[in-house]
């Protein structure tokens, strides 16, 4: 299904972006990002997050165009419990290559990366799929033949927070385009706002 703006909602809303048929442009704003822990033992959880609730097992797709010109800045995916349980995929530059990038946080971050096979890329496509407690991650360079990123546990909460994401940890930001934000799954659509996020299960807990 497609997903129109009155399903939506931000977190961390940027000051600049703006809605156009099925494009969603955002300038991310600079020093932000989603992280827990590992290696550099901080926190970070402000970067803007623009999203739906979706109950159960689920399919989302999105492309993603970014201008990333600066270690770490990245644009994508994001399926999230709450502060210290999410997911993250997307485009990373790093080390000045595209990457594609998964993040899976439970408690504390465990990342991975893989090169792109060329510098200047114009679209990525993400999908990602729920199954239960899983999680599977998928990416392609030109949204027919689609490449395995990842599989991993989640969490077995029924109701999950599911939309695009931008940060740039170290920089002054950038500009970014989401495009063709597909569901396929049970979206609830009722307005929450003030919801809490859920706390973590005892399942949930590292």
Known sequence: MKVTRQDMRWTNEPEKWKQKGDDIKC?????????????????????????MYVDYDFEVRLSVKAKLEYLYDQAGLMIRLNEENWVKLGICHYRDYPHVSCCFTRGKSDWSMQIL???????????AKRKGNLIECYYSLDNENWLRVRQGYFSDAPRLRVGMMCAAPETAGFDVTFSNFLIKGDVDDSDEEGEEEEGSSEEDEE
């Open 27 to 51: 300038t991310c704003p600079m020093e932000v990002d989603y992280w827990r822990h590992t290696m550099h033992n901080f926190v970070k959880d402000d970067a803007p997050f623009y999203w």
């Open 117 to 127: 096979p060329k510098k200047k890329i114009k679209w990525i496509h993400l999908w």
